[in-house]
């Protein structure tokens, strides 16, 4: 095991991802509904996805896991290719893609964005493992291109037919050939204190599909989808706290001591590659503390554990290589409280937004993107960030009709966008207040 410490970044991130492949595989054998497995996978391949989409109800417990199977496997062949090389945001990416298979991304829709950054590569002349990143990124409006392939424009459920394989295809080619050159300039828009920085790309070409396709012609966007109250305390937090607990072995296996991931947790997580600044080990320990922590605040809360949240649970572990732990976590956790039962306590016994309310545990998830917020300019900062996270999250979605994934992350970046100018004209970091009283 101690080899692996020892083991390059970019040859260690593609093992996690086969680990976590691996654990998704084992899970759809061993839930109890593992007989229907492949006609739940059939199911959820052959489903609209509008956000969010509980793919427990879809296609039972196994369909749901071997869904996500197939998806990390995709992924992690992705970064096999010629020229790809994992870092932090690959972490990101796929963390963030095998959370979203159990609420929006299938082995079949994922692929028009895909092409899309085919395409792209074919004219710049890049090897396309390069981008490998950015194909994951294009999953993030992959509930749109199932729209446009199984629905649009009619609003009931029509089935596979040409015309809505060309609007997919060409939807999927657009938004793969714009996202990778837009990547590289959205950290400028928040300075790099959202970890979930594609999500002003995307979210900027959402808003201009949601005009395009349904507004301009006047096509009625469809209903939310129901089905929230399919769900399992026993599938989703024994194969979290499972997965989680075997990090933290290997972890330890591996040579990582307390004293090194304590190291880790004392950086603000601004700007950081976990794993080039403290070490493979350390960050497979974040990935089994930070994992634990969050599973322990979804229980706290009492969140309804339905598909949804076991996608939250892995999409808000996506900052786990990039910036977040739990000590920079927590303030957004706390801010997220204060504003839920505040406005329960102004409004009344039937505000709707309470703590685990779906819509808010779907919105802390993305708020720990403010992480390095709380990290860099203290606690306190870090509840505010979190609390105007909170007041805007759910408005969001009336921008894009519902089918960009990365709602809270682009909301995060709204919320650095006004309010990290702010901090800066008004506040130091806590290196610059270090800096100035060692200057004393």
Not at 240 to 264: E, Q
Not at 297 to 321: D, Q, S
Not at 340 to 348: C, N, P, T, Y
Request: hydrophobic letters at 50%; a positive charge; proline letters at 4%.
């Amino acid at each position: 095991m101690k080899r692996l410490s020892q083991c390059p970044k970019h040859d260690f991130i593609r093992y996690f991802f086969a680990l976590i492949t691996l654990a998704m595989f084992v899970a759809a054998v061993l839930c109890p509904d593992r007989a229907e497995m492949f006609t739940g996978l059939k199911n959820l391949i052959w489903n609209t996805a509008k956000v969010p989409t509980n793919a427990f109800a879809n296609g039972g417990y196994a369909g749901a896991f071997l869904s996500g199977a197939l998806v990390c496997l995709a992924c992690t062949l992705l970064y096999c290719l010629p020229g790809a090389k994992a870092a932090a945001p690959s972490v990101l990416g796929f963390l963030l893609t095998m959370g979203f298979t159990f609420w929006g991304i299938s082995i079949l829709n994922m692929w028009f964005g895909i092409l899309g950054v085919l395409l792209y590569c074919l004219v710049k002349k890049e090897a396309p493992g390069k981008q490998a990143n950015a194909m994951l990124f294009s999953t993030s409006l992959s509930p749109l291109y199932a729209e446009l392939l199984l629905r649009y424009p009619a609003a009931e459920f029509r089935g596979f037919s040409w015309e809505g394989l060309a609007y997919a295809v060409v939807v999927g080619l657009v938004v793969g050939f714009l996202l990778p050159a837009s990547l590289s300039h959205s950290p400028k828009t928040h300075k790099g204190y959202s970890l979930y920085s594609a999500a002003m790309t995307v979210g900027m070409i959402s808003f201009f599909l949601r005009a395009v396709l349904y507004k301009l012609p006047g096509v009625a966007l469809p209903a939310a989808p129901g089905g929230m109250e399919i769900a399992s305390w026993n599938v989703v937090n024994i194969f979290s706290i499972v997965l989680f607990a075997l990090c933290v072995a290997i972890a330890i296996a591996m040579g990582c001591k307390p004293k090194d991931y304590w190291r880790l947790m004392k950086h603000s997580g601004h700007g950081v590659d976990f794993i080039d600044a403290f070490g493979n080990g350390s960050f497979l320990m974040n990935v089994g503390i930070y994992g634990l922590f969050i599973v322990a605040y979804y229980n706290l809360i009492g969140a309804n554990f339905n598909a949804v949240t076991l996608g939250c649970i892995f999409c808000m572990l996506a900052g786990c290589c990039s910036g977040s732990h739990p000590r920079n976590v927590w303030p957004c956790m706390v801010g997220y409280a204060i504003m839920s039962f505040g406005m329960k306590a102004l409004i009344g016994a039937d505000y709707a937004l309470t703590i685990n309310a779906q819509a808010i545990v779907i919105g802390l998830c993305f708020c720990s993107a403010l992480s390095p917020i709380a990290g860099s300019y203290g606690w306190f900062w870090g509840v505010v960030a979190s609390m105007l996270h909170y007041c805007i999250v759910t408005c969001v979605p009336d921008l894009h009709g519902g089918y960009l994934l990365y709602n809270g992350g682009f909301t995060a970046c709204l919320v650095c966008v006004t309010f990290i100018p702010v901090l800066e004209h008004f506040c130091k970091t806590k290196e610059q207040r270090l800096a100035a009283k060692e200057s004393k």
